[in-house]
């Protein structure tokens, strides 16, 4: 599947096979913070495999948006083929540029919450190694004291995190 490729100001000017993407080309991504009735924040562990960021902790649900697909429609997909969460209606948050040493991405940044005895997490294996539940008191400290158990742009996440609360 083809993946847009935008300019600065979020235009798609092309589209190009994944593998065929460089560092320089700007991405279209989403975020999704998935919270529970305790206001605490479901974090994913890529799995080993991933070619970006292997085992590093990340937001609930990230996926690049795909060929025929827009932001709305790709945080939708995402949710259900990541953790398994389905007929999901996520609230937009903000959409953010970020630059880090891999990559350059628009992100549309979503929130969603569950009642976590309801909704059981049913994650996709080739895409995440695990999830945790986390206060926010908890995972600020955790990330100050080690970020480099963080995907880079995760300092940008933090940030939409405590809008969302």
């Known amino acids: 599947m083809k993946i847009p490729i935008v300019n600065k100001s979020d235009e798609i000017v092309r589209y190009k096979e994944r593998y065929e993407t460089t560092t320089d080309d700007i991405r279209r991504i989403i975020i999704l913070h998935v919270f529970n009735e305790n206001d605490e924040v479901l974090l994913a562990k890529r799995c080993s495999q991933k070619i970006i960021d292997p085992d590093k902790w990340g937001p609930s649900v990230a996926g690049t948006v795909e060929e025929g697909?827009?932001?709305?429609?790709?945080?939708?997909?995402?949710?259900?083929?990541?953790?398994?969460?389905?007929?999901?209606?996520?609230?937009?948050?903000?959409?953010?540029?970020?630059?880090?040493?891999?990559?350059?991405?628009?992100?549309?940044?979503?929130?969603?919450?569950?009642?976590?005895?309801?909704?059981?997490?049913?994650?996709?294996?080739?895409?995440?190694?695990?999830?945790?539940?986390?206060?926010?008191?908890?995972?600020?400290?955790?990330?100050?004291?080690?970020?480099?158990?963080?995907?880079?742009?995760f300092s940008r996440a933090i940030e939409t995190i405590k809008i969302a609360i």
């Open 69 to 153: 697909y827009d932001y709305d429609s790709t945080v939708i997909k995402e949710a259900e083929e990541e953790i398994g969460l389905k007929n999901i209606k996520p609230i937009f948050i903000t959409k953010l540029f970020y630059e880090v040493s891999n990559a350059k991405r628009f992100a549309a940044v979503y929130y969603y919450h569950i009642n976590s005895k309801e909704n059981e997490i049913v994650l996709q294996e080739e895409e995440v190694a695990e999830v945790k539940w986390i206060g926010f008191e908890e995972l600020d400290k955790w990330f100050t004291a080690k970020p480099e158990e963080f995907v880079p742009s």
